[in-house]
């Protein structure tokens, strides 16, 4: 009896290459969305000695030299802020540094570009002015973003009298931007590492991503709306009463110095014209 005989194209090496393929987009919207849930999840992480300033002390000291900034007229006022903020720079870390002044550096170069054909017409302090607020603004922004841990910014807003609506969509947006997030890169990396040779139907494929993650965004929305249902929930918060710490008073004293100084410096302003 003669063994059955393996034909010879069974025996042939098969090499299949695939035309490659770009994903450059799906590798920095990977890369962007680990950056933002590595940022959320060492909020917790940060912590403050006993004179540092509370949250809501924080919130209204950055809102003050944001306002000043953005109406001083006279340049010495945004010079004087701008030293402080560059003091206060200096005591950090260069990990932390180099995260903190990345929006700064960027809105001013922005701005810088923008405003770059005034200097055609003459207008050159409109060219250093702006540029150096948008500068001075946008790292106010940052060290109270990056010094704060992000769950009590819900409890400052309804100390300054919030909507009870406000707190409670910024409170679950927060909460949710993590969960949300985990699942879009999740998806993403599943796509990515699925996809073999060129695919010429990438906005199909966002489609289903987007798709997707929206489907367990609504799923999740009527869980917590049954989970509040049960314990019930009326939508209202309390308002959040921080004990006033000295550094608080040091605060205060700041922002009372940094009032008087931008009404002399304007006032100096209206009796030189």
């Known amino acids: 009896m003669t063994e059955p005989r393996i034909p010879d194209w069974l025996l042939v090496e098969e090499r299949r290459e695939p035309p490659k393929d770009r994903d450059v987009f799906l590798r920095r919207s990977a890369d962007a969305l680990r950056a933002l849930l590595r940022e959320i999840r060492s909020a917790p992480e940060r912590r403050h000695g006993k004179y540092a300033f509370s949250t809501t002390v924080r919130l209204a000291f950055t809102f003050v030299v944001v306002l000043l900034v953005s109406a001083a007229r006279n340049f010495a006022f945004v010079e004087l802020v701008g030293v402080g903020l560059l003091a206060l720079l200096a005591t950090y870390r260069s990990k932390k540094l180099v995260r903190v002044l990345a929006a700064p550096v960027q809105a001013f170069i922005l701005a810088a570009i923008i ?79 699925r996809s073999v040779g060129r695919n010429r139907r990438k906005a199909r494929t966002l489609g289903g991503v987007v798709g997707g993650v929206f489907w367990r965004a609504q799923k999740m929305a009527q869980e917590q709306y049954d989970a509040m249902t049960c314990r019930c929930f009326a939508g209202k918060y309390r308002r959040f009463r921080a004990p006033f710490r000295a550094a608080d008073l040091l605060a205060l004293a700041l922002c009372l110095i940094l009032i008087a100084l931008f009404v002399y410096l304007e006032y100096a302003i209206r009796c030189s014209n």
């Open 115 to 193: 405003l770059a054909p005034s200097l055609f017409w003459g207008q050159t302090r409109a060219f250093v002015v702006v540029p150096c607020k948008a500068f001075i603004t946008t790292a106010a922004l940052a060290i109270l973003a990056y010094s704060t841990n992000w769950n009590r910014f819900t409890c400052a807003f309804k100390a300054f009298g919030a909507p009870d609506a406000l707190v409670f969509i910024f409170d679950l947006t927060l909460k949710y931007v993590v969960v949300l997030g985990e699942i879009c890169l999740e998806t993403l990396d599943a796509v990515r590492l």
